[in-house]
C-alpha cells in the first residue's frame, strides 16, 4: 500500500529532562481548532499590546534539558524571542491535550514549567470541551479553576435555572479585562 501525501513532515521531538520524546507532526482537526482558536482570540486582544502569541511550531528552551513545542505561548519580554524560538519562561502557556500527550503535558511538563516560573498554564482537552487554569503559587501549580463548555445537545436538556448557573466565559489572570467565553475556544468542533 503506498502512500499519497503531498509531502513528508519530520517527526517532530520534544525534550523532557533531557529525554527525546516524540510528538505528533500533525495534530488532529480538533486539537489543532482548538490551539488556533486561543491564538487567534489572544491575537486580537493582544493587538497594540507589548505581549505576543505564539502559535504551536516554536520551540521553546528552558534549559538545556528541557526544550518543548507548546501550542500557545504568550511572551511579553520580547528579549526572550529569538529567531531559532523562545528562550526563558512565557507568561502563559496553554496545552492543547491529545491522547499521546497527556501524560507529559499533565505531569513532566506541568513541573517543568512551574520550575523555571511559567506564572499560568492552561491545559485544555477538546475532546471534554475543559479548560483547566493554573497559577504559579510558591513554585508549584495551584488549580484555579475548571471551566466546562457543554454542548448544545447538553444545553438542551437542561432547565433554565441549570443554564443560569452555567459558567461561560473566564478571565485570563494576566488580564483583568479579558474575558474569553468558552464558545469561543470550543466552537466548530466535530
Not at 513532566?108 to 498554564?121: I, N
Not at 501549580?141 to 461561560?168: S, W
Request: net charge negative; with cysteine.
Amino acid at each position: 500500500m503506498t502512500q499519497d501525501l503531498a509531502y513528508q513532515e519530520k517527526q517532530r521531538e520534544e525534550l523532557i529532562n533531557g529525554t527525546l520524546a516524540a510528538i505528533s507532526p500533525r495534530p488532529a482537526f480538533n486539537h489543532n481548532r482548538v490551539a488556533f482558536r486561543i491564538a487567534y482570540l489572544f491575537e486580537r486582544y493582544l493587538e497594540g499590546k507589548p505581549c505576543t502569541v505564539i502559535a504551536d511550531g516554536t520551540d521553546l528552551y528552558l534549559s538545556d534539558k528541557d526544550r518543548f513545542i507548546p501550542d500557545v505561548m504568550i511572551v511579553c519580554s520580547r528579549d526572550q524571542i529569538q529567531w531559532n524560538g523562545v528562550h526563558g519562561a512565557p507568561d502563559l502557556v496553554v496545552e492543547v491535550l491529545s491522547p499521546s500527550t497527556a501524560k507529559n503535558d499533565r505531569w513532566q511538563k506541568a513541573r517543568t514549567y512551574a520550575a523555571h516560573g511559567v506564572p499560568e498554564y492552561w491545559i485544555v482537552d477538546p475532546m471534554n470541551q475543559t479548560v483547566e487554569v493554573y497559577a504559579l503559587q510558591d513554585g508549584q501549580y495551584t488549580l484555579l479553576d475548571t471551566y466546562l463548555h457543554h454542548p448544545d445537545y447538553v444545553l438542551q436538556t437542561m432547565g433554565a435555572e441549570e443554564k443560569a448557573a452555567l459558567v461561560t466565559s473566564f478571565r485570563c489572570h494576566l488580564y483583568d479585562d479579558f474575558l474569553i467565553r468558552l464558545e469561543d475556544i470550543f466552537s466548530g468542533l466535530i
